[in-house]
Protein backbone atom coordinates (compact mmCIF):
# COMPACT_ATOMS: atom_id res chain seq x y z
CA UNK A 1 0.00 0.00 0.00
CA UNK A 2 1.17 3.39 -1.13
CA UNK A 3 -0.12 6.64 0.84
CA UNK A 4 -0.03 10.17 -0.49
CA UNK A 5 -0.53 12.89 2.00
CA UNK A 6 -1.38 16.36 0.95
CA UNK A 7 -2.92 19.49 2.20
CA UNK A 8 -0.24 20.96 4.51
CA UNK A 9 0.71 24.57 4.60
CA UNK A 10 1.02 28.24 6.22
CA UNK A 11 -1.76 29.33 8.24
CA UNK A 12 -3.04 31.52 11.00
CA UNK A 13 -4.16 30.71 14.24
CA UNK A 14 -7.94 29.91 14.14
CA UNK A 15 -7.70 28.88 10.80
CA UNK A 16 -8.67 25.76 9.18
CA UNK A 17 -6.35 22.96 6.54
CA UNK A 18 -7.79 20.04 5.56
CA UNK A 19 -5.30 17.28 5.08
CA UNK A 20 -5.81 14.27 2.39
CA UNK A 21 -4.10 10.80 2.65
CA UNK A 22 -4.69 8.48 -0.52
CA UNK A 23 -4.11 5.10 -0.92
CA UNK A 24 -2.99 3.39 -4.21
CA UNK A 25 -2.43 -0.20 -5.50
CA UNK A 26 -5.22 -1.07 -2.75
CA UNK A 27 -8.30 0.48 -1.11
CA UNK A 28 -8.80 1.16 2.66
CA UNK A 29 -11.87 -1.29 2.94
CA UNK A 30 -10.75 -3.18 6.30
CA UNK A 31 -8.04 -1.23 7.17
CA UNK A 32 -7.46 1.13 9.95
CA UNK A 33 -6.83 4.78 8.99
CA UNK A 34 -5.02 7.20 11.46
CA UNK A 35 -3.11 10.69 11.30
CA UNK A 36 0.23 11.33 13.82
CA UNK A 37 2.72 14.08 13.76
CA UNK A 38 5.90 14.81 14.65
CA UNK A 39 8.26 17.73 15.73
CA UNK A 40 11.88 17.36 15.08
CA UNK A 41 13.41 15.78 18.22
CA UNK A 42 9.99 14.60 19.11
CA UNK A 43 8.04 10.85 18.90
CA UNK A 44 5.06 10.53 16.81
CA UNK A 45 2.10 11.55 18.65
CA UNK A 46 -1.30 9.74 17.98
CA UNK A 47 -3.75 12.56 16.27
CA UNK A 48 -7.21 10.92 14.80
CA UNK A 49 -7.90 7.16 13.58
CA UNK A 50 -10.73 5.67 11.79
CA UNK A 51 -10.49 1.65 12.46
CA UNK A 52 -11.34 -0.20 10.08
CA UNK A 53 -13.14 1.40 7.18
CA UNK A 54 -16.12 -0.48 7.42
CA UNK A 55 -16.56 -0.08 11.30
CA UNK A 56 -15.89 3.30 11.32
CA UNK A 57 -14.82 3.85 14.86
CA UNK A 58 -13.03 7.36 15.33
CA UNK A 59 -10.44 7.84 17.88
CA UNK A 60 -9.04 11.11 18.74
CA UNK A 61 -6.01 12.25 20.82
CA UNK A 62 -7.21 14.75 23.95
CA UNK A 63 -5.29 17.87 22.01
CA UNK A 64 -7.38 17.89 19.08
CA UNK A 65 -10.98 16.62 20.09
CA UNK A 66 -13.80 19.07 19.01
CA UNK A 67 -11.39 20.75 16.18
CA UNK A 68 -10.50 17.68 14.49
CA UNK A 69 -12.32 15.33 12.25
CA UNK A 70 -11.24 12.50 10.58
CA UNK A 71 -13.75 11.44 7.43
CA UNK A 72 -13.35 8.73 4.32
CA UNK A 73 -14.50 9.24 0.91
CA UNK A 74 -14.10 5.47 -0.74
CA UNK A 75 -15.13 6.17 -3.92
CA UNK A 76 -11.87 8.36 -3.90
CA UNK A 77 -10.32 6.39 -1.40
CA UNK A 78 -9.10 8.78 0.20
CA UNK A 79 -9.46 9.67 4.16
CA UNK A 80 -9.22 13.42 5.38
CA UNK A 81 -8.27 15.33 8.33
CA UNK A 82 -10.10 18.52 8.83
CA UNK A 83 -8.29 20.79 11.65
CA UNK A 84 -10.19 23.97 12.77
CA UNK A 85 -9.24 25.81 15.55
CA UNK A 86 -5.79 25.58 14.70
CA UNK A 87 -3.10 26.78 17.54
CA UNK A 88 0.35 27.29 17.38
CA UNK A 89 1.26 23.88 18.98
CA UNK A 90 -0.89 22.26 15.98
CA UNK A 91 2.26 22.82 14.03
CA UNK A 92 4.47 19.59 12.81
CA UNK A 93 4.58 16.97 10.02
CA UNK A 94 1.51 15.24 10.01
CA UNK A 95 1.87 11.36 8.47
CA UNK A 96 -1.18 9.08 7.81
CA UNK A 97 -0.88 5.46 8.52
CA UNK A 98 -2.59 2.40 7.81
CA UNK A 99 -2.71 -1.10 8.90
CA UNK A 100 -5.06 -4.50 8.33
CA UNK A 101 -4.38 -5.81 11.90
CA UNK A 102 -4.69 -3.09 14.61
CA UNK A 103 -6.82 -3.94 17.40
CA UNK A 104 -9.04 -1.02 18.76
CA UNK A 105 -7.07 -0.43 21.57
CA UNK A 106 -3.69 0.12 20.38
CA UNK A 107 -4.86 2.68 17.29
CA UNK A 108 -3.15 5.26 18.96
CA UNK A 109 0.32 3.10 18.88
CA UNK A 110 2.17 4.09 15.78
CA UNK A 111 4.37 0.94 15.90
CA UNK A 112 0.92 -0.70 15.37
CA UNK A 113 1.02 0.47 11.78
CA UNK A 114 2.55 -1.32 8.65
CA UNK A 115 2.64 1.85 5.93
CA UNK A 116 2.94 5.30 6.16
CA UNK A 117 2.66 8.25 4.03
CA UNK A 118 5.40 10.97 3.42
CA UNK A 119 4.25 13.59 5.66
CA UNK A 120 3.23 17.00 5.33
CA UNK A 121 3.99 20.17 6.87
CA UNK A 122 1.29 21.65 8.63
CA UNK A 123 2.53 25.41 10.12
CA UNK A 124 0.37 27.59 12.48
CA UNK A 125 1.23 31.31 13.32
CA UNK A 126 0.38 32.86 16.53
Known amino acids: VQLQASGGGLVQAGGSLRLSCTASQRTFRGYTVAWFRQNPGKGREFVASMHRMNSGSTAYADSVKGRFTISSDSAKNTVYLQMNSLKPEDTAVYYC???????????????????WGQGTQVTVSS
Open 97 to 115: ATGSRIILSNVRNHMAYDY
